[in-house]
């Protein structure tokens, strides 16, 4: 690690894991610039498929742009929350935790601008192998190569993502993923110059926090992990 980097009390791995929850409220300060390197370079320390690295992280400052990306977050928001709200409350939410939600989703619409800094992780585009270019047996599954592709289209970004959450946690920041955006995802790279090969996965507003840090509350394992065959419980009595 670059000796220039600030330090900052240690915390432990876990406990950034069950703290980093989403923050959507910002003090005005901006966030030192050795701060935003040291994110940017947790975030390069992740996998990407192959190793290619295709990523880019736009780092947007200028109030202006901000203000722009706002603008077009809460536009896309509004047509969000038409599809949240047809759809039923996660079940194992209550409703006071599911209007906490609704609540501070519903306060970055209006707020992402006020975020000093608004990171914006982005992919290049890898066209695939002509299909010729193949050996036979490969050829036969092509169709489903390239909707394998489209399926993990993020695979190699959000693993980043998820360090920036934990290294701004680390710091003393908040951050949240948002992908709103991705509805209108041509006119943000607009305004922000980006070229056409190029995807946006998201907009990470980045700041001191107005909020606490966790804690998250989640399902628990045993509700959410089956053990060898699904549907079989974990933890597995049976093989202890
Ligand atoms: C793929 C993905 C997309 C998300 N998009 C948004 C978004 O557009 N706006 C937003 O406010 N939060 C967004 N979130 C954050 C989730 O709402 C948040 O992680 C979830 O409510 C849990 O919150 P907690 O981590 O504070 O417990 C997104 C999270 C993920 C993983």
């Given at each position: 690690?670059p000796?220039?980097?600030?330090?900052q009390?240690?915390?432990?791995?876990?406990?950034?894991?069950?703290?980093?929850?989403?923050l959507?409220?910002?003090?005005?300060?901006?966030?030192p610039?050795?701060?935003?390197?040291?994110?940017?370079?947790?975030?390069?320390?992740?996998?990407?498929?192959?190793?290619?690295?295709h990523?880019?992280?736009?780092?947007?400052?200028?109030?202006?742009?901000r203000?722009?990306?706002?603008?077009?977050?809460?536009?896309?928001?509004?047509?969000q929350?038409?599809?949240?709200?047809?759809?039923?409350k996660?079940?194992?939410?209550?409703e006071?935790?599911?209007?906490?939600f609704?609540a501070?989703?519903?306060?970055?619409?209006?707020?992402m601008?006020?975020?000093?800094?608004i990171?914006?992780?982005?992919?290049?585009?890898?066209?695939?192998?002509?299909?010729?270019?193949?050996?036979?047996?490969?050829?036969a599954?092509?169709a489903?190569?390239?909707?394998?592709?489209?399926?993990?289209?993020?695979?190699?970004?959000?693993?980043?993502?998820?360090n920036?959450?934990l290294?701004?946690?680390?710091?003393?920041?908040g951050?949240?993923?948002?992908?709103n955006?991705?509805?209108?995802?041509?006119?943000?790279k607009?305004?922000l110059?980006?070229?056409?090969?190029i995807?946006?996965?998201?907009l990470?507003?980045?700041?001191?926090?107005?909020?606490?840090?966790?804690?998250?509350?989640?399902k628990?394992?045993?509700?959410?992990?089956f053990?060898?065959t699904?549907?079989?419980?974990?933890p597995?009595?049976?093989?202890?």
């Amino acid at each position: 690690m670059p000796a220039s980097f600030p330090t900052q009390p240690a915390i432990g791995l876990f406990e950034a894991i069950y703290t980093a929850r989403s923050l959507r409220h910002f003090k005005p300060d901006p966030v030192p610039p050795a701060l935003i390197e040291r994110v940017l370079d947790a975030a390069i320390r992740a996998s990407s498929g192959g190793n290619t690295q295709h990523w880019t992280f736009l780092v947007v400052r200028d109030a202006e742009k901000r203000r722009q990306l706002g603008a077009l977050y809460r536009q896309a928001s509004d047509y969000q929350s038409a599809v949240y709200a047809a759809r039923p409350k996660p079940e194992h939410l209550s409703e006071a935790q599911y209007g906490q939600f609704l609540a501070n989703s519903g306060y970055l619409w209006d707020h992402m601008a006020d975020a000093p800094v608004i990171l914006v992780p982005c992919l290049a585009r890898r066209e695939p192998p002509e299909r010729t270019s193949l050996p036979e047996v490969v050829q036969a599954r092509y169709a489903d190569h390239l909707a394998n592709v489209q399926r993990i289209s993020g695979s190699s970004i959000y693993p980043a993502i998820q360090n920036v959450i934990l290294a701004c946690r680390a710091l003393g920041l908040g951050t949240v993923i948002t992908t709103n955006h991705i509805l209108l995802e041509n006119e943000v790279k607009a305004v922000l110059g980006i070229p056409e090969h190029i995807a946006t996965f998201a907009l990470m507003p980045i700041g001191y926090p107005t909020r606490k840090y966790g804690p998250l509350t989640r399902k628990p394992v045993a509700e959410v992990t089956f053990a060898d065959t699904w549907g079989n419980p974990w933890p597995d009595t049976a093989a202890s």
